[in-house]
């Protein structure tokens, strides 16, 4: 059983032969800027965040994955992430614009369904 989960493995790294990544887990805690609503949906609050550290703790949260499962409904991901972060500063609104350009860029073709993952999951530097 062993060697079959390992050829599997194999063949995924070199033949990305499914949508399962690994994602290795951020050394820093940023649990203090997660809550849970009433139905137990993560809430990112950024507002006391720096806003140097506001893309680090994006990407350590499972919201951006969650956002995500709603893709291909561009109006959906934007909805749920504008639902799911709070932020008194420049990151929300940056992020939003960022999400926007890459929905235009996978309408026009530019980029395809596996580009648009990629580029949402690692963000640049806003």
């Known amino acids: 059983m062993a060697?079959?989960?390992a050829i599997l493995f194999y063949l995924d790294s070199e033949y990305q032969i499914s949508d399962f990544k690994y994602t290795p887990m951020?050394?820093?805690?940023?649990?203090?800027?997660s809550s849970f609503d009433v139905v137990d949906n993560e809430i990112l609050t950024l507002s006391n965040a720096k806003e140097e550290d506001k893309i680090k703790i994006w990407k350590a949260s499972s919201i951006q994955y969650e956002v995500l499962d709603s893709f291909p409904r561009m109006e959906e991901m934007v909805e749920v992430y504008r639902d799911r972060v709070v932020d008194s500063?420049?990151?929300?609104?940056?992020?939003?614009?960022?999400?926007?350009?890459?929905?235009e860029c996978y309408i026009s073709g530019e980029i395809d369904a596996d580009e648009f993952k990629q580029a949402f999951l690692n963000p640049p530097s806003l």
């Not at 951020?26 to 800027?33: F, I, K, R, V």
């Not at 500063?89 to 929905?103: A, D």
């Open 26 to 33: 951020p050394h820093e805690d940023y649990s203090a800027y």
């Open 3 to 5: 060697e079959v989960i």
């Open 89 to 103: 500063g420049l990151f929300k609104s940056k992020f939003e614009n960022y999400i926007v350009e890459l929905q």
